[in-house]
Each structure stands twice: as structure tokens, then as C-alpha cells.
Nanobody
Framework: VQLQASGGGLVQAGDSLRLSCGTS????????IGWFRQAPGKEREFVAA????????YYADSVKGRFTISRNSAKNTVYLQMNSLKPDDTAVYYC??????????????????WGQGTQVTVSS
């Protein structure tokens, strides 16, 4: 397994969590890292992504303004800071390596090296 997602937990609405995605040096050579999430009974959906070159960031509309994706290149780690959490944010969160062109940054099939996922549960 090349990516390791961690930091999930059980929190109340309005709380914050920070997820981490540890990458190997090999994965680091991809175009960037993305976070996706899958809620029970729903399709996996894009949450956020960051490009290694330039540090450009991309967000789903549902999390824009509440979530922040960032990177620590020295530690080969990408973070997802989640603030003002809502019950609708409850899901298993996955990180993966983006291997596609810029226009595919929100497309799951453009990613590989998926991590094992970390559960985030937000109670109301």
C-alpha cells in the first residue's frame, strides 16, 4: 500500500478534523493527491485535490470554504483540514494519487494508489 489515510474519528457538528495522507516517494512523483469520500449507500465522490506543481487546489462545491487541502513536501504528506463539519460529511475518506491531466482532477478513474480509507462520523 503506497498511501495511508489517517485522522478520522467521531465528532459533533461544527467540530474540526484534520486528515493526513502519507505518500511514498514514488507516489509523490504523480501529478498530485486527491481526497474522495463515500457515504453509506452513495457513490464515491470527489472532495479536494492538490497539484504538486504550483500547489494548485481544487474543491467540491459542498466543501468549499470549510475544507482546506495542503501539503508538506518534506514529509511527503497531504492534509485535509475539515472545519464546520456537518452530518452530511459523514463518510469514509480516501486519498489517492492523481495520474491524469489537469482536466481530470475530479475524475476517480484518473487516480491510482488508493489508500485504505479513514472513517469520519459527524453527529448532529
Amino acid at each position: 500500500v503506497q498511501l495511508q489515510a489517517s485522522g478520522g474519528g467521531l465528532v459533533q457538528a461544527g467540530d474540526s478534523l484534520r486528515l493526513s495522507c502519507g505518500t511514498s516517494e514514488r507516489t509523490f512523483s504523480k501529478n498530485g493527491i486527491g481526497w474522495f469520500r463515500q457515504a453509506p449507500g452513495k457513490e464515491r465522490e470527489f472532495v479536494a485535490a492538490i497539484r504538486w506543481s504550483g500547489g494548485y487546489t481544487y474543491y467540491a462545491d459542498s466543501v468549499k470554504g470549510r475544507f482546506t487541502i495542503s501539503r508538506n513536501s518534506a514529509k511527503n504528506t497531504v492534509y485535509l483540514q475539515m472545519n464546520s463539519l456537518k452530518p452530511d460529511d459523514t463518510a469514509v475518506y480516501y486519498c489517492a494519487a492523481h495520474r491524469g491531466i489537469l482536466s481530470t482532477v475530479r475524475v476517480q478513474t484518473a487516480y491510482d494508489s488508493w489508500g485504505q480509507g479513514t472513517q469520519v462520523t459527524v453527529s448532529s
